[in-house]
């Protein structure tokens, strides 16, 4: 990797990439009077591991978001903290494993007496990006809660376009009264399809903001259910003999087209190289749903398996980090927050310590070690964890031990040859386990294995209910 970095400046590399400690106040990490970079977190929805060009994928065209990996690093092994969209959103957005805070399964549908979602007590990557005086906008799917006081612009962000539920029609914006399309506070009867409004509005937020450090996150809900794509997307793919795939090339092809347009925007303002980029899925594919395809693994969308919680994963910064980079080892979402925080100079509270690490000087070679010894998952009986090569899953009651190395489907078990690592994987996750808050919420997912022990809730008050906010 240093052969492929070393036009970069060491010295640069060193002052910018370096993250503020505990209690430092802020300082931008460029030069002395130049503005702040920028960070732009593109959310895809249910997008399969194999769904980009860069990926492998070789029926559908994502020139734009494959241009991202181009010009930046894209990961072999980047996780989720959830194969499910709304818990994996309240990791990403916090920095931390969600389950510490209760945010373990997704909501119910939206509704008048829906009251779950990020709890209030959590701070949002915007609000750390507005406290230090950035511009802070959300484009899209929200899924963080239902009520005003969980919604976008009371969670930190200045501008909102977007609906709050999980999924919503593409075509019909007054499809479900209870998740209305919002413009802020105010619902609005959109007109275009949904994923060139969304893009559309994520061009204006960066054209209105371009001379100001912002933060923009872009949360499609392509290529999410129902699946509904325009003629025009889908032409192209007349060729794809599965219906559903065709349309789904299509939506996507509407996502990698807004990415191109944002990206333009980017570049027609001069703003492209301060401006870091990160492009993610929120979980892996649901083929039977949508014909994503999470090849070479096994798994899907709910699933601790590794089609459910590896992802398409690529970040750009150019200038900052080598371009056209594949960088092995495990990251997570949760590394997105604190690395963000660290190209823009930003603390962390040393009362908020965060699950995820900065990944700049990995990216460039400043550290040559893995950012993470072990990565967790829990999803209500499902458990898993990662340490090097070797995962532990607890899934349908059962145990099994992978080494990803040589089995990345995980079809051959290494429980039996292996007990003493099956031992300690499975110490390690309970002991991780223990710490973490009971779910919030339930449902037809959360209920524990047998005989596993209740987790623990920190820090309730007393007298405050299960679910109840303060």
Not at 281 to 310: C, M, W, Y
Not at 347 to 375: F, I, M, W
Request: net charge positive.
């Amino acid at each position: 990797m240093r052969k492929d970095i070393a036009f970069l400046a060491i010295g640069m590399a060193i002052s910018f990439l370096r993250a503020p400690t505990h209690g430092q106040s802020a300082t931008p990490p460029t030069q002395a009077g130049a503005k702040r970079p920028n960070v732009i977190v593109i959310v895809a929805d249910d997008m399969g591991y194999a769904d980009l060009g860069c990926q492998g994928a070789k029926d559908v065209r994502t020139p734009h978001i494959d241009s991202l990996a181009a010009n930046g690093v894209r990961f072999t092994d980047g996780y989720v903290s959830c194969p499910v969209c709304s818990p994996t959103r309240a990791g990403l957005i916090t920095g931390r494993y969600q389950q510490r805070f209760g945010h373990e399964l997704n909501p119910p549908p939206p509704g008048q007496a829906s009251t779950e979602g990020l709890p209030l007590t959590e701070k949002t990557m915007a609000d750390y990006f507005k406290q230090a005086g950035y511009v802070t906008g959300a484009v899209g799917k929200w899924h963080l809660g239902y009520q005003p006081a969980m919604r976008p612009t009371r969670r930190g962000f200045d501008e909102f376009f977007g609906f709050p539920g999980g999924s919503h029609s593409y075509v019909d914006a007054r499809a479900d009264a209870n998740n209305p399309i919002l413009r802020g506070t105010e619902p609005v009867n959109e007109k275009e399809y949904l994923t060139d409004a969304f893009s559309r509005e994520a061009v204006a937020f960066v054209n209105r903001h371009a001379d100001k450090p912002f933060f923009l996150y872009l949360a499609y809900n392509a290529i999410h259910g129902p699946m509904q794509s325009p003629e025009s997307y889908k032409e192209p793919y007349a060729a794809i003999a599965d219906p559903k795939r065709q349309t789904m090339a299509g939506m996507l092809a509407a996502m990698d087209t807004g990415v191109g347009q944002l990206l333009d925007a980017l570049r027609q303002r001069n703003i492209e190289d301060n401006t870091l980029i990160f492009f993610i899925s929120d979980n892996g594919g649901p083929t039977a749903v949508n014909a994503s395809r999470n090849h070479p693994f096994s798994g899907f969308k709910g699933q601790v398996l590794e089609g459910g919680i590896r992802v398409p994963f690529i970040v750009q910064f150019k200038g900052r980090i080598p371009g056209g980079k594949v960088y092995r080892q495990p990251v997570i979402a949760l590394d997105i927050l604190p690395t963000a925080l660290a190209a823009a100079g930003i603390s962390v509270p040393a009362d908020r310590p965060l699950d995820g690490v900065n990944l700049l000087p990995y990216l460039t070679g400043e550290k040559n070690t893995a950012p993470h010894e072990t990565l967790y998952w829990r999803f209500g009986p499902q458990a898993a964890i990662r340490r090097g090569n070797y995962k532990w899953v607890r899934r349908d009651g059962e145990e099994k031990l992978f080494d990803l190395a040589v089995d990345p489907a995980e079809q051959h078990d290494l429980s039996a040859d292996k007990p003493q690592l099956v031992k300690e994987l499975r110490a390690a996750w309970q002991e991780w386990s223990a710490g973490l808050a009971e779910p919030l919420w339930q449902g037809r997912r959360a209920r524990r294995a047998p005989g596993e022990p209740r987790p623990a809730v920190p820090n309730r008050p007393a007298g405050q209910r299960r679910g109840q906010r303060t």
